[in-house]
Structures are given as C-alpha cells and as structure tokens.
C-alpha cells in the first residue's frame, strides 16, 4: 500500500515568492492533517480537513497560508507571499483512524 | 505551561540499558495517547498506542497515568538502532478541547556501543 506523499521534498524561495506544497493521503482515508515544524520547535499543528471540510483551521498562522482539499483527495498548502519566518519542515499525514500516517515532508527554505 | 511537555534530553545509554521516557499532558480530556518515533531528517513514525491498562510490545513499554496526566515509555535492552528522538502525541491535548493530535518536542535518545 502506497504511503502519504508530499512534493516537492524541498523548496527555496525568496521572500515575496509564492510556493504550493503538495500532499497525496493514503487511499481511504478521510482525515489529511497539515504539520509545521520550525528547527529547534515542537511539531505544530497547521490545520485538519475530514474529506474536503475543513474541520479545525485554528494552527494556520496567517491569511498568508491557503490549504485546499480537491474532492476530498489530495491536498495544496500554499504560502503566499512567504516570509523568512515561514522556513521549516511541512508534514502531512492523514489517517482513519486516531494513528497518524506521515509524509516524508516538505522542507522550505525562505531567503 | 505546554500542552504536551517532553524532556528533550539527549538521553545518552549504553547498548543494552534500559531508559524510561515520560510526558506530560495539560488538558485532562484528553483522549488517547501515542509514541512516535522520528529518526534525523525523516518524518515520525508511529510506535505504538497507550492504553489505559498499559501495554507492551517487544522490548517497548508504555503506560499511562491519567491521575497524574503523564504517559510513559520504557526501553528495555536498548539496540544502536534505537537511536532516534521520541514523540509523545495527545489526542485533546490542545487548548480549547481541541482533539487535535498535540506534539511533544521530542526526546532525544542515543544508543552508544
């Protein structure tokens, strides 16, 4: 079975720029879930979609992030425009259950 | 105080020893409770639940205390491959009764020969 996927598996960018994350769920489940990790942080919850709902958004930092979820299947992050404070590693993971299925994450870098 | 608190360590043992690991959650709703595992530069992994009554796989133990709203997780016989950092997540250990799945930091092991 085919893991949770996440393109691209790095970015740089410089400030200003815009970047779209990408995030295909494990076939079946409902729940995809966005994770940021800034270095020397805890992982910290962005926003969780149940299909195409969004269900709880309260992790996403600013108006500057904009999560998309297409027929309940794979999902976009995108950061526009994106500033230095931003760099860090994305993780998606999603799920059936209560257990979570991670991505290898996105790692953005803004210059 | 953090929703989920975790010693960062790095716990630095011997092959062979066994190390114990806790964490400490802030919202007495919560849930359910896991360990993951996330080796450098890789994404976390699961391994394993914590049940109520405790449970035990291999050489790994986990119990929890909801009285005292603390999880733990034991190693026995540590292996060189167990080196990794250690993540407690917390269904409910969000603000608000969110039941977010909630990080810890991490807890930073090395197995040493």
């Known amino acids: 079975e085919a893991g949770v996927t996440q393109f691209p598996s790095h970015s740089v960018i410089e400030k200003g720029q815009t970047v779209t994350l990408r995030c295909d769920p494990i076939s079946g489940h409902d729940n995809l879930y966005w994770y940021r990790r800034v270095m020397g942080k805890e992982i910290k919850f962005l926003l969780h979609f149940v299909k195409e709902s969004k269900q709880d958004e309260s992790g996403m930092p600013n108006n500057r992030f904009l999560a998309e979820r297409t027929g309940g299947t794979y999902s976009t992050l995108k950061v526009q425009p994106a500033e230095l404070e931003d760099s860090g590693v994305y993780f998606c993971?999603?799920?059936?259950?209560?257990?979570?299925?991670f991505g290898p994450g996105t790692r953005l870098t803004v210059l | 105080r953090k929703e989920v608190e975790q010693d960062p360590g790095p716990f630095n043992v011997p092959e062979g020893a066994t190390v114990a690991f806790n964490c400490t959650y802030s919202?007495?709703?919560?849930?359910?409770f896991f360990w993951y595992r996330q080796d450098c530069r890789k994404e976390p992994k699961l391994l394993m639940s914590?049940?109520?009554s405790g449970n035990e796989d291999g050489r790994f133990t986990a119990q929890l205390n909801r009285a005292s709203q603390y999880i733990s997780l034991l190693i026995r016989d540590s292996k060189l491959s167990d080196s990794a950092t250690y993540l407690c997540?917390?269904?409910?250990?969000?603000?608000?009764?969110?039941?977010?799945?909630?990080f810890g930091r991490g807890t930073s092991l090395i197995v040493h020969p």
């Open positions: 914590v049940y109520s």
């Open positions: 993971a999603s799920s059936w259950g209560l257990a979570l299925f």
């Open positions: 997540v917390v269904n409910g250990g969000g603000s608000g009764g969110s039941y977010i799945p909630t």
């Open positions: 919202n007495s709703a919560s849930q359910s």
